[in-house]
């Protein structure tokens, strides 16, 4: 595996790469990841992963600090999957140019997370652009478990780059708790709630079916899930699949959540 800590080492191992397929991660790296990598080596004929937490997607100082590093254990990982480049910039090589036209999203899209994270998705999609552009790649493989994240990144990139979004399935643990690597933050409660909260709403979701007032039905569970696993909940919500509108039909759609436990914040997508 070749390290590449700079645009110069980008450009020269990367020089005549065809069929690249590229994973950006902030590192952390868990069975998600390797998922995501797994697809890649299967699809494309080299694989790229970048491991760059972006301060500029994060709203919260002490949100970016604490978020959890791991880079020995990342290395071991990659090493073992026989990735061909990892890509460990700076933010210096990552913003070495300044943006003429600054990013905004849509005030349509300013929905579930980009409501309340001011800013996240611009810093998002900034970065993407960025690495996008120096990586040449593609095949971009993105987990789904970050689906509006996935969505708003599908189709900036794809309209600027001649690249395709190709999107994966969220792996979950044997309690079906999403894997993030926010969950190394939790306490070992914290992440048996989190598991509990997620078994329940996966059956809440089926039960939707089965519902004609689906929307007083969530207004009811996101009160019944504050109170009994004592959590601040910013958002439960079902959304169609493919225009994240909101709808009150549970055909092609999905059930939206984002929750603070531990005073982390998780969201996640059934």
């Known amino acids: 595996m070749k390290i590449l800590l700079n645009n110069n080492d980008l450009n020269?191992?990367?020089?005549?790469?065809?069929?690249?397929?590229f994973v950006p991660?902030?590192?952390?790296?868990?069975?998600?990841?390797?998922?995501?990598?797994?697809?890649?080596?299967?699809?494309?004929?080299?694989?790229?992963?970048?491991i760059f937490i972006n301060p500029k997607q994060f709203n919260n100082k002490k949100d970016f600090e604490r978020y959890p590093k791991n880079h020995q254990k990342d290395l071991s990982i990659l090493k073992n999957l026989n990735v061909?480049?990892?890509?460990?910039?700076?933010?210096?090589?990552?913003?070495?140019?300044?943006?003429?036209k600054k990013i905004q999203i849509r005030k349509k899209d300013k929905i579930l997370c980009a409501k309340y994270r001011k800013g996240h998705f611009e810093g998002v999609l900034d970065v993407m652009d960025r690495l996008?552009?120096?990586i040449?790649?593609?095949?971009?493989?993105m987990g789904t478990k970050d689906y509006q994240q996935l969505h708003?990144?599908?189709?900036f990139v794809e309209k600027r780059h001649r690249c395709k979004i190709v999107p994966c399935k969220t792996i979950r643990n044997s309690n079906q708790l999403a894997l993030s690597s926010r969950n190394l933050l939790l306490s070992k409660r914290g992440k048996f709630k989190a598991e509990k909260l997620t078994?329940?709403?996966?059956?809440?979701?089926?039960?939707l079916?089965?519902?004609?007032?689906?929307?007083?039905?969530i207004i009811i569970k996101k009160k019944e899930l504050s109170q009994s696993y004592d959590i601040d909940i910013e958002y439960l919500e079902l959304r169609n699949k493919k225009n994240l509108k909101l709808t009150n039909k549970t055909q092609h759609s999905k059930l939206f959540i984002a929750f603070y436990l531990d005073k982390i914040r998780l969201i996640d997508n059934i």
Request: proline share 2%; glycine share 4%.
């Open 12 to 21: 020269e191992a990367l020089n005549k790469v065809s069929n690249l397929g």
């Open 136 to 141: 040449r790649p593609k095949f971009i493989f």
């Open 199 to 207: 078994k329940n709403l996966i059956k809440f979701k089926k039960k």
């Open 152 to 155: 708003l990144v599908k189709n």
């Open 209 to 217: 079916k089965t519902i004609k007032d689906i929307k007083k039905a």
């Open 25 to 50: 991660t902030m590192g952390s790296l868990h069975e998600g990841h390797i998922s995501l990598i797994r697809k890649s080596k299967k699809k494309a004929k080299k694989t790229i992963v970048s």
């Open 132 to 134: 996008t552009k120096k």
């Open 84 to 100: 061909n480049y990892l890509y460990l910039p700076k933010t210096n090589q990552i913003y070495d140019s300044i943006r003429v």
